[in-house]
């Protein structure tokens, strides 16, 4: 089957920029995942979809951040504006019967906020 | 607030030795997944481990639930430079119906020739 897409790969904008980035979950899973992850360090939950309805987005920095699933399939996550600090790699992850056999990510998108 | 602890965070050995990466909580999880992820790449997962006191093995590696459902651990039985890479484990707990997974800092393997 087709793994987890996201896109771009990389990204380097200036801060105060705006960007966005797009994922692809793998066909069938109901539940999207958006994760932030600083080098070196564990990723950390942005926002989780059930579908195209959010159920968690407790840890999402809503004045700059934003993300949207429409029809329970594609998401993308933006940012606006950057600050340096939002530097690091966002990863997609997407999920059977609520992660009981796992997360499968996509390849990540690396930002670069300079 | 459920958190896990990873440790070590970082690791150097040469190759063929042994070493043990340890993950613990204070919280009960439904499961303990455990992930390796390469530089580049998004986490691929290895094993998942749902009984307590539960093992498994994948190859040299050895992974354990703590009877308690709190705990786990990895070992590597005779690393070799293929297994360098970032380690991550992962609880997975409920809130309702809804399956939440947090990840624990990671250990960092360098295996050197």
């Known amino acids: 089957e087709a793994g987890v897409a996201q896109s771009p790969r990389y990204k380097i904008i200036e801060k105060r920029q705006s960007v966005a980035f797009w994922c692809n979950p793998i066909?069938?899973?109901?539940?999207l995942y958006w994760y932030q992850q600083i080098l070196g360090q564990g990723p950390k939950l942005l926002i989780q979809?059930?579908?195209?309805?959010?159920?968690?987005d407790s840890q999402l920095p809503k004045d700059r951040f934003s993300a949207e699933r429409l029809k329970g399939v594609d998401s993308t996550l933006k940012i606006q504006p950057a600050k340096l600090e939002d530097s690091a790699v966002y990863l997609c992850?997407?999920?059977?019967?609520?992660?009981?056999?796992?997360?499968?990510f996509g390849s990540g998108t690396r930002l670069t906020v300079v | 607030t459920q958190l896990l602890e990873q440790s070590p965070q970082f690791l150097s050995i040469q190759e063929g030795e042994n070493l043990t990466v340890y993950c613990n909580s204070s919280?009960?999880?439904?499961?303990l997944q455990w992930y390796r992820q390469e530089p580049g790449e998004g986490p691929v997962l290895l094993v998942t481990?749902?009984?307590?006191?539960e093992v498994k093995k994948l190859k040299r590696l050895t992974f354990q639930f703590g009877d308690a459902r709190k705990d786990s651990s990895l070992h590597i039985t005779a690393a070799q430079t293929g297994d360098t890479g970032l380690y991550l484990c992962?609880?997975?707990?409920?809130?309702?119906?809804?399956?939440?997974?947090?990840f624990g800092q990671g250990t960092t393997l360098q295996v050197k020739p």
């Open positions: 992850a997407s999920s059977l019967n609520e992660g009981r056999y796992g997360y499968t």
């Open positions: 066909s069938g899973h109901a539940t």
């Open positions: 979809f059930q579908n195209n309805g959010v159920v968690d």
């Open positions: 919280s009960v999880f439904s499961s």
């Open positions: 481990v749902v009984t307590g006191g």
């Open positions: 992962a609880g997975l707990f409920f809130s309702g119906n809804t399956g939440k997974l947090i």
